[in-house]
Protein backbone atom coordinates (compact mmCIF):
# COMPACT_ATOMS: atom_id res chain seq x y z
CA UNK A 1 0.00 0.00 0.00
CA UNK A 2 1.08 3.29 -0.76
CA UNK A 3 1.89 6.17 1.59
CA UNK A 4 -0.78 7.90 0.54
CA UNK A 5 -3.23 5.09 0.44
CA UNK A 6 -2.44 4.63 4.13
CA UNK A 7 -2.77 8.23 5.28
CA UNK A 8 -6.00 8.47 3.41
CA UNK A 9 -7.50 5.16 5.09
CA UNK A 10 -5.88 6.56 8.03
CA UNK A 11 -8.08 9.29 8.04
CA UNK A 12 -11.26 7.49 6.74
CA UNK A 13 -10.67 5.17 9.59
CA UNK A 14 -10.83 8.33 12.53
CA UNK A 15 -13.59 10.03 10.64
CA UNK A 16 -16.20 6.42 10.99
CA UNK A 17 -14.87 5.75 14.53
CA UNK A 18 -14.44 9.46 16.04
CA UNK A 19 -17.14 11.34 14.06
CA UNK A 20 -20.31 9.77 15.86
CA UNK A 21 -18.63 9.09 18.64
CA UNK A 22 -16.66 12.07 20.44
CA UNK A 23 -17.01 10.31 23.92
CA UNK A 24 -15.09 7.42 22.55
CA UNK A 25 -12.47 9.69 21.47
CA UNK A 26 -11.85 11.40 24.71
CA UNK A 27 -11.63 7.89 26.52
CA UNK A 28 -8.70 6.98 24.17
CA UNK A 29 -7.17 9.89 23.79
CA UNK A 30 -7.33 10.49 27.49
CA UNK A 31 -5.80 6.97 28.09
CA UNK A 32 -3.06 7.17 25.22
CA UNK A 33 -2.25 10.64 27.01
CA UNK A 34 -1.57 8.78 30.36
CA UNK A 35 0.45 6.31 28.46
CA UNK A 36 3.00 9.17 26.71
CA UNK A 37 2.99 11.05 29.97
CA UNK A 38 4.03 7.78 32.28
CA UNK A 39 6.38 6.96 28.89
CA UNK A 40 8.22 10.71 29.27
CA UNK A 41 8.35 10.71 33.00
CA UNK A 42 10.27 7.24 32.34
CA UNK A 43 12.38 8.21 29.49
CA UNK A 44 13.75 11.38 31.57
CA UNK A 45 14.79 8.54 34.57
CA UNK A 46 16.69 6.97 31.86
CA UNK A 47 18.50 9.80 30.21
CA UNK A 48 19.11 11.40 33.82
CA UNK A 49 22.76 11.18 34.23
CA UNK A 50 22.46 12.88 37.74
CA UNK A 51 20.64 9.79 38.75
CA UNK A 52 22.74 6.36 39.84
CA UNK A 53 22.27 3.34 38.34
CA UNK A 54 21.37 1.60 41.74
CA UNK A 55 18.61 4.19 41.95
CA UNK A 56 17.26 4.10 38.73
CA UNK A 57 16.89 0.44 39.61
CA UNK A 58 14.37 1.20 42.35
CA UNK A 59 12.95 4.62 40.64
CA UNK A 60 12.16 2.95 37.23
CA UNK A 61 9.94 0.33 38.49
CA UNK A 62 8.45 3.23 40.83
CA UNK A 63 7.74 5.11 38.18
CA UNK A 64 6.23 2.49 36.27
CA UNK A 65 3.95 1.48 39.13
CA UNK A 66 2.76 5.01 39.11
CA UNK A 67 1.83 5.12 35.65
CA UNK A 68 -0.19 2.14 35.30
CA UNK A 69 -2.28 3.39 38.71
CA UNK A 70 -3.31 6.43 36.08
CA UNK A 71 -3.42 4.53 33.02
CA UNK A 72 -6.01 1.52 34.82
CA UNK A 73 -7.58 4.02 36.85
CA UNK A 74 -8.37 6.47 34.12
CA UNK A 75 -9.57 3.65 31.38
CA UNK A 76 -11.64 1.37 33.68
CA UNK A 77 -13.49 4.10 35.76
CA UNK A 78 -13.52 6.57 32.37
CA UNK A 79 -15.00 3.95 30.38
CA UNK A 80 -16.89 2.49 32.60
CA UNK A 81 -18.97 5.20 33.35
CA UNK A 82 -19.19 6.11 29.41
CA UNK A 83 -20.59 3.10 28.83
CA UNK A 84 -23.00 2.64 30.87
CA UNK A 85 -24.39 6.17 29.93
CA UNK A 86 -24.42 5.54 26.46
CA UNK A 87 -25.83 1.91 27.18
CA UNK A 88 -28.73 4.02 29.04
CA UNK A 89 -29.27 6.12 25.79
CA UNK A 90 -29.25 3.41 23.46
CA UNK A 91 -31.78 1.38 25.54
CA UNK A 92 -34.08 4.29 26.19
CA UNK A 93 -33.74 4.88 29.78
CA UNK A 94 -32.13 8.33 29.60
CA UNK A 95 -33.85 10.40 26.51
CA UNK A 96 -34.84 13.69 25.93
CA UNK A 97 -38.35 14.68 24.92
CA UNK A 98 -38.24 13.78 21.26
CA UNK A 99 -36.87 9.70 22.20
CA UNK A 100 -39.28 9.24 24.35
CA UNK A 101 -42.42 10.58 22.14
CA UNK A 102 -40.37 8.04 19.05
CA UNK A 103 -40.60 5.12 21.44
CA UNK A 104 -44.51 5.99 22.50
CA UNK A 105 -45.55 6.16 19.14
CA UNK A 106 -43.70 3.18 18.07
CA UNK A 107 -45.35 1.18 20.63
CA UNK A 108 -41.70 0.52 22.50
CA UNK A 109 -41.99 1.88 26.51
CA UNK A 110 -41.96 -1.94 27.67
CA UNK A 111 -38.60 -2.38 26.08
CA UNK A 112 -36.96 0.67 28.16
CA UNK A 113 -34.11 -0.40 29.67
CA UNK A 114 -33.51 -3.64 28.34
CA UNK A 115 -29.70 -4.42 27.57
CA UNK A 116 -30.22 -6.02 24.32
CA UNK A 117 -32.83 -3.29 23.25
CA UNK A 118 -31.41 -0.80 21.04
CA UNK A 119 -33.06 1.75 19.28
CA UNK A 120 -30.67 2.41 16.51
CA UNK A 121 -31.63 -0.84 15.59
CA UNK A 122 -35.60 0.03 15.69
CA UNK A 123 -37.37 0.06 12.72
CA UNK A 124 -38.23 3.88 11.75
CA UNK A 125 -35.10 5.08 13.76
CA UNK A 126 -34.18 7.33 10.79
CA UNK A 127 -37.20 9.49 11.95
CA UNK A 128 -34.83 10.85 15.15
CA UNK A 129 -31.54 10.04 13.74
CA UNK A 130 -29.87 13.16 13.56
CA UNK A 131 -31.83 14.14 17.01
CA UNK A 132 -30.48 11.06 18.75
CA UNK A 133 -27.38 11.43 17.58
CA UNK A 134 -26.68 14.94 18.69
CA UNK A 135 -28.30 13.69 22.30
CA UNK A 136 -26.28 10.79 22.71
CA UNK A 137 -23.07 12.53 21.78
CA UNK A 138 -24.08 15.06 24.38
CA UNK A 139 -24.99 12.18 26.99
CA UNK A 140 -21.34 10.09 25.83
CA UNK A 141 -19.11 13.45 26.67
CA UNK A 142 -20.40 14.99 29.77
CA UNK A 143 -20.27 11.17 31.18
CA UNK A 144 -16.84 10.99 30.00
CA UNK A 145 -15.35 14.16 31.36
CA UNK A 146 -17.75 12.68 34.64
CA UNK A 147 -15.72 9.68 34.19
CA UNK A 148 -12.17 11.10 33.89
CA UNK A 149 -13.14 14.04 36.76
CA UNK A 150 -13.87 10.68 38.58
CA UNK A 151 -10.61 8.77 38.08
CA UNK A 152 -7.98 11.71 37.94
CA UNK A 153 -8.77 13.95 41.13
CA UNK A 154 -9.98 11.85 43.03
CA UNK A 155 -9.48 8.03 42.91
CA UNK A 156 -5.88 8.16 41.33
CA UNK A 157 -4.60 10.72 43.57
CA UNK A 158 -5.92 8.75 47.05
CA UNK A 159 -4.57 5.74 45.61
CA UNK A 160 -1.18 7.03 44.39
CA UNK A 161 -1.06 8.98 47.92
CA UNK A 162 -1.27 5.31 49.84
CA UNK A 163 0.94 3.71 47.06
CA UNK A 164 3.62 6.89 47.70
CA UNK A 165 3.54 6.74 51.39
CA UNK A 166 4.06 3.13 51.57
CA UNK A 167 6.95 3.54 49.41
CA UNK A 168 8.12 6.51 51.54
CA UNK A 169 7.42 4.11 54.67
CA UNK A 170 9.92 1.36 52.88
CA UNK A 171 12.80 3.89 51.37
CA UNK A 172 12.94 5.31 55.66
CA UNK A 173 13.30 1.97 57.28
CA UNK A 174 15.85 0.87 54.97
CA UNK A 175 18.01 4.35 55.18
CA UNK A 176 17.82 3.79 58.76
CA UNK A 177 18.97 0.08 59.19
CA UNK A 178 21.83 1.98 56.99
CA UNK A 179 22.49 4.65 59.61
CA UNK A 180 22.73 1.83 62.28
CA UNK A 181 25.27 -0.34 60.57
CA UNK A 182 28.98 1.69 62.10
CA UNK A 183 31.21 2.61 59.41
CA UNK A 184 34.38 0.85 59.10
CA UNK A 185 37.38 3.10 59.92
CA UNK A 186 40.04 2.99 57.85
CA UNK A 187 43.29 2.57 59.84
CA UNK A 188 46.66 4.46 58.75
CA UNK A 189 48.15 0.72 58.23
CA UNK A 190 45.83 -0.59 56.21
CA UNK A 191 45.62 2.62 54.16
CA UNK A 192 49.47 2.05 53.47
CA UNK A 193 48.90 -1.34 53.42
CA UNK A 194 46.24 -0.73 50.53
CA UNK A 195 49.29 0.82 48.56
CA UNK A 196 47.25 3.95 47.86
CA UNK A 197 49.24 7.36 48.10
CA UNK A 198 48.12 10.32 50.11
CA UNK B 1 -17.54 -21.43 27.39
CA UNK B 2 -15.82 -18.95 30.19
CA UNK B 3 -15.99 -15.63 27.68
CA UNK B 4 -20.05 -16.56 27.23
CA UNK B 5 -20.12 -17.45 30.89
CA UNK B 6 -18.70 -14.25 31.77
CA UNK B 7 -20.37 -11.81 28.84
CA UNK B 8 -23.93 -13.44 30.85
CA UNK B 9 -22.87 -12.12 34.01
CA UNK B 10 -22.24 -8.83 33.10
CA UNK B 11 -25.35 -8.78 31.09
CA UNK B 12 -27.37 -10.01 34.21
CA UNK B 13 -25.59 -7.01 36.39
CA UNK B 14 -25.84 -4.42 33.86
CA UNK B 15 -29.89 -5.37 33.76
CA UNK B 16 -29.96 -5.26 37.67
CA UNK B 17 -28.14 -2.01 37.21
CA UNK B 18 -31.03 -0.24 34.66
CA UNK B 19 -33.71 -1.85 36.61
CA UNK B 20 -33.02 -0.16 39.77
CA UNK B 21 -31.98 3.39 37.35
CA UNK B 22 -35.11 5.43 37.35
CA UNK B 23 -36.37 6.69 33.56
CA UNK B 24 -34.90 10.22 32.98
CA UNK B 25 -36.58 12.41 30.62
CA UNK B 26 -34.90 15.58 29.98
CA UNK B 27 -36.15 18.90 29.55
CA UNK B 28 -35.69 20.88 26.65
CA UNK B 29 -33.05 23.16 28.63
CA UNK B 30 -31.16 20.62 29.62
CA UNK B 31 -31.73 18.64 26.15
CA UNK B 32 -29.86 21.96 24.66
CA UNK B 33 -26.77 21.59 27.04
CA UNK B 34 -26.71 17.91 26.24
CA UNK B 35 -26.12 18.49 22.69
CA UNK B 36 -24.45 21.51 23.01
CA UNK B 37 -21.42 19.78 25.07
CA UNK B 38 -21.73 17.15 22.36
CA UNK B 39 -20.73 20.10 19.86
CA UNK B 40 -18.45 21.98 21.87
CA UNK B 41 -16.13 20.20 23.95
CA UNK B 42 -13.52 18.54 22.50
CA UNK B 43 -10.55 17.22 24.38
CA UNK B 44 -9.27 21.07 25.22
CA UNK B 45 -12.14 22.02 26.76
CA UNK B 46 -12.33 18.58 28.48
CA UNK B 47 -8.61 19.02 29.58
CA UNK B 48 -9.52 22.86 31.38
CA UNK B 49 -12.72 21.13 32.84
CA UNK B 50 -10.06 18.52 34.19
CA UNK B 51 -7.75 21.33 35.46
CA UNK B 52 -10.46 23.17 37.21
CA UNK B 53 -11.94 20.47 39.13
CA UNK B 54 -8.36 18.96 39.84
CA UNK B 55 -7.57 22.55 41.69
CA UNK B 56 -10.46 22.05 43.95
CA UNK B 57 -10.10 18.42 44.80
CA UNK B 58 -6.25 17.40 44.83
CA UNK B 59 -4.63 19.74 47.26
CA UNK B 60 -6.87 19.05 49.63
CA UNK B 61 -6.77 15.11 49.19
CA UNK B 62 -2.34 15.46 49.75
CA UNK B 63 -3.46 18.18 52.46
CA UNK B 64 -5.66 15.31 54.42
CA UNK B 65 -2.85 12.83 53.94
CA UNK B 66 -1.93 11.77 57.62
CA UNK B 67 0.70 9.39 56.15
CA UNK B 68 3.67 11.68 55.73
CA UNK B 69 4.92 14.62 57.41
CA UNK B 70 4.02 18.02 57.41
CA UNK B 71 6.91 19.06 55.58
CA UNK B 72 6.52 16.34 53.05
CA UNK B 73 2.52 17.17 53.20
CA UNK B 74 3.32 20.81 52.35
CA UNK B 75 5.69 20.33 49.08
CA UNK B 76 3.36 17.56 47.82
CA UNK B 77 0.15 20.33 48.02
CA UNK B 78 2.54 23.00 46.04
CA UNK B 79 4.20 20.35 43.68
CA UNK B 80 -0.17 18.96 43.06
CA UNK B 81 -1.17 22.70 42.51
CA UNK B 82 2.13 23.77 40.11
CA UNK B 83 1.66 20.51 38.22
CA UNK B 84 -2.04 21.08 37.56
CA UNK B 85 -1.56 24.45 36.80
CA UNK B 86 1.10 23.90 34.01
CA UNK B 87 -0.38 20.64 33.06
CA UNK B 88 -3.63 22.72 32.38
CA UNK B 89 -2.01 25.60 30.78
CA UNK B 90 0.22 23.71 28.38
CA UNK B 91 -2.06 20.63 27.44
CA UNK B 92 -5.05 23.35 26.98
CA UNK B 93 -3.02 25.44 24.88
CA UNK B 94 -1.15 22.40 22.99
CA UNK B 95 -4.96 20.59 22.06
CA UNK B 96 -6.55 24.07 20.77
CA UNK B 97 -3.70 25.12 18.70
CA UNK B 98 -3.28 21.52 16.97
CA UNK B 99 -7.24 21.52 16.80
CA UNK B 100 -7.21 24.96 15.15
CA UNK B 101 -4.34 23.63 12.87
CA UNK B 102 -6.15 20.96 11.53
CA UNK B 103 -9.23 22.76 11.15
CA UNK B 104 -7.57 25.11 9.03
CA UNK B 105 -6.15 22.32 6.86
CA UNK B 106 -8.99 19.94 6.34
CA UNK B 107 -11.65 22.20 4.46
CA UNK B 108 -14.40 20.75 1.53
CA UNK B 109 -11.97 20.88 -1.70
CA UNK B 110 -13.33 23.61 -4.50
CA UNK B 111 -11.66 24.53 -7.29
CA UNK B 112 -8.78 26.66 -7.26
CA UNK B 113 -8.31 25.84 -3.58
CA UNK B 114 -4.03 25.79 -2.47
CA UNK B 115 -4.21 22.00 -1.37
CA UNK B 116 -2.64 22.49 1.42
CA UNK B 117 -5.70 23.26 2.77
CA UNK B 118 -7.74 20.31 2.39
CA UNK B 119 -4.54 18.09 2.97
CA UNK B 120 -6.35 16.24 6.37
CA UNK B 121 -9.72 16.19 4.63
CA UNK B 122 -11.19 12.17 4.41
CA UNK B 123 -12.38 12.03 1.44
CA UNK B 124 -15.99 10.37 2.86
CA UNK B 125 -16.58 14.10 3.85
CA UNK B 126 -19.20 16.50 1.66
CA UNK B 127 -20.62 18.37 4.42
CA UNK B 128 -18.44 20.70 6.25
CA UNK B 129 -20.70 21.38 8.92
CA UNK B 130 -21.71 18.49 10.23
CA UNK B 131 -21.10 17.09 13.80
CA UNK B 132 -19.37 14.15 12.46
CA UNK B 133 -16.39 16.20 10.33
CA UNK B 134 -16.36 18.72 13.51
CA UNK B 135 -15.73 15.78 15.50
CA UNK B 136 -13.48 14.07 13.06
CA UNK B 137 -11.11 17.36 13.45
CA UNK B 138 -11.60 17.42 17.13
CA UNK B 139 -10.23 13.72 17.22
CA UNK B 140 -7.28 14.01 14.88
CA UNK B 141 -6.18 17.11 16.25
CA UNK B 142 -6.34 15.77 19.71
CA UNK B 143 -3.90 12.70 18.38
CA UNK B 144 -1.59 15.33 17.30
CA UNK B 145 -1.11 17.65 20.44
CA UNK B 146 -0.39 14.43 21.78
CA UNK B 147 2.74 14.13 19.53
CA UNK B 148 3.28 17.62 19.89
CA UNK B 149 2.88 17.23 24.02
CA UNK B 150 5.83 14.64 24.18
CA UNK B 151 8.07 17.47 23.67
CA UNK B 152 6.37 20.35 25.37
CA UNK B 153 6.34 17.95 28.59
CA UNK B 154 9.93 18.41 28.28
CA UNK B 155 10.31 21.93 27.19
CA UNK B 156 7.40 23.60 28.86
CA UNK B 157 5.57 21.64 31.65
CA UNK B 158 9.00 20.20 33.34
CA UNK B 159 10.69 23.55 34.00
CA UNK B 160 7.27 25.38 34.61
CA UNK B 161 6.16 22.50 37.22
CA UNK B 162 9.27 23.13 38.84
CA UNK B 163 9.35 26.88 38.88
CA UNK B 164 5.85 27.25 40.34
CA UNK B 165 6.63 24.19 42.95
CA UNK B 166 9.65 26.52 44.63
CA UNK B 167 7.72 29.68 44.12
CA UNK B 168 4.37 28.32 46.07
CA UNK B 169 6.90 26.28 48.31
CA UNK B 170 9.06 29.41 49.47
CA UNK B 171 5.34 31.58 50.08
CA UNK B 172 4.30 28.59 52.42
CA UNK B 173 7.36 28.71 54.19
CA UNK B 174 6.96 32.61 54.62
CA UNK B 175 3.52 32.07 55.72
CA UNK B 176 4.45 29.41 57.91
CA UNK B 177 7.83 31.18 59.26
CA UNK B 178 5.18 34.47 59.91
CA UNK B 179 2.57 32.61 61.38
CA UNK B 180 -0.24 33.37 58.50
CA UNK B 181 -0.35 36.84 59.18
CA UNK B 182 0.64 38.11 55.68
Known amino acids: ?198 | MAISAIKNTANRVQQAFYNSMPNFVTGDKADKLYKTAGREISSAENRLILGATALMSQPFIDYSNSKIDEDTRRVAVCRTIAKIIAGTVTGYAVRKLSIKGIQACSHIPEKGMPKWKSFFTPKDVTKANSDEFKQYQNALGTFISLGVMLFTNFLIDAPLTKFLTNNLNKRALANKDTGGAK
Open chain 1, 1 to 198: MSLEKAFSSLKSNLYKNYGENPGKMLVHTGTAGWILSSAAQIMAIITNDKIAPEQKTFLIPQEIGDGLINILSFYILTSSVKNLCSKAVLNGKIANKTIKGYLEKNKLTDKIGKVDFNIKKTQNYGEIKEDFTSFKNGVDVLASTAGSILSCNIVTPILRNEYAAERQKKMNDCLAKRKQTPYHRVTMNEFRNSGMRV
